[in-house]
């Protein structure tokens, strides 16, 4: 705050000397002499809040927009730019020094067309060899904006992660890295789903609930609660994935759909379910286990059983051992989008 009042001062300021030149200038074209009254105090007057309104958007907006993009650009294609541009002016500065004898206006334009040219040749060229710069400097790329989604630490946490639950006890691991943030439309679409008429989105809703208050007394755990509202007519889905573009942030959620759409607008995702898929047991074929069949399968004959971490194990021929331990070796296991399945077959089968 104490900078953009600055900023308005210094531009209060600027145009005020500004209006005060001009009024001189305005006053000795009408009279013939150069008077500060009136001309010279009106148009000073006008200039100090034209400058404090001006300011901002003529100074801190492009400021912003030009920082923006150079952060956006990686330390490799920043670094190899920087050097072409410098060896082109170098050569410039070499092949410019006969033309300063050239006549009349030969003499100063030359050089600067030169130098034009060749420095921006070499800025393409260094640009387009920045892999070459990579290889000499490996650690910029690494380090580089673009290769660092979550670079400021934030993770953004979507309602259907805070529904799930499993994030509580995520963090307490300590596997989850940086602050969660939590922004505001997220609890208010939390609280609308807590305050449903319909049991179990209530249920859901207020289970989330449960799970924020847990995650804020957790000394642990980072958790922030961003004052951000939802655009009018914009989904909270989309909102969010806005949202974590703007602050270079990650989002955690459990939400298929979610995931896809952020990914494919170059933010990174936290996916619970994809963690735990990857964390299951790795069974191959021909491995054996001893598995308790709790009920049918889908087809005829078939029993089914669940190991600790949840994976389904299809037994064929296991539906006679429903409700019995049994030995089965491993067939064959199949990997889906809700997760891996296990075919065996009864040892004695």
């Given amino acids: 705050m104490f900078s953009l009042w600055t900023l308005r001062l210094l531009g209060a300021g600027g145009f005020a000397v500004l209006g005060w030149r001009l009024g001189l200038g305005v006053s000795h074209l009408s009279t013939g002499e150069t008077q500060f009254l009136p001309w010279g105090l009106a148009l000073t007057l006008a200039g100090l809040p034209v400058g404090g309104l001006l300011a901002p958007f003529l100074i801190a907006k492009p400021f912003s927009k030009a920082t923006g993009f150079i952060d956006s650009i990686s330390g490799t294609t920043l670094l190899s730019g920087t050097i072409g541009l410098v060896v082109g002016l170098l050569i410039a500065l070499l092949i410019s020094i006969p033309l300063y004898r050239l006549d009349g206006w030969l003499g100063w334009g030359t050089p600067i067309m030169v130098s034009l040219f060749l420095g921006l040749s070499g800025l393409i060229v260094g640009t387009i060899r920045r892999r070459d710069v990579n290889a000499l400097f490996p650690a910029l790329e690494r380090s580089s904006p673009r290769s660092s989604a979550t670079r400021n630490g934030n993770i953004l946490v979507d309602t259907s992660a805070i529904i799930d639950g499993r994030i509580a ?181």
């Fill in 169 to 349: 006890d995520l963090t307490i691991t300590g596997f989850l890295e940086g602050s969660l943030v939590v922004p505001r439309f997220v609890l208010d679409e939390l609280r609308h789903i807590a305050d449903s008429s319909d049991a179990l989105r209530r249920n859901r809703g207020r289970r989330g609930l449960e799970v924020l208050g847990k995650l804020r007394q957790d000394s642990t755990v980072s958790l922030e609660v961003l004052d951000v509202g939802i655009t009018s007519g914009e989904e909270v889905d989309a909102q969010l994935v806005k949202l974590a573009k703007g602050m270079k942030s990650s989002i955690l959620t459990t939400d298929y759909n979610l995931n896809r759409v952020a990914e494919l607008q170059g933010v990174q995702v936290l996916n619970v379910n994809e963690l735990a898929n990857a964390l299951k047991s790795i069974v191959l074929p021909g491995e054996e286990m001893r598995v308790n069949i709790v009920q049918e399968g889908k087809e005829a004959g078939q029993g089914v059983a669940y190991l600790d971490d949840g994976t389904m194990v299809v037994v064929e021929g296991g539906r006679r051992y429903i409700n019995a331990f049994h030995d089965v070796m491993v067939t064959r296991v199949l990997q889906t989008a809700a997760g891996r399945i296990i075919f065996a077959q009864p040892k004695d089968g």
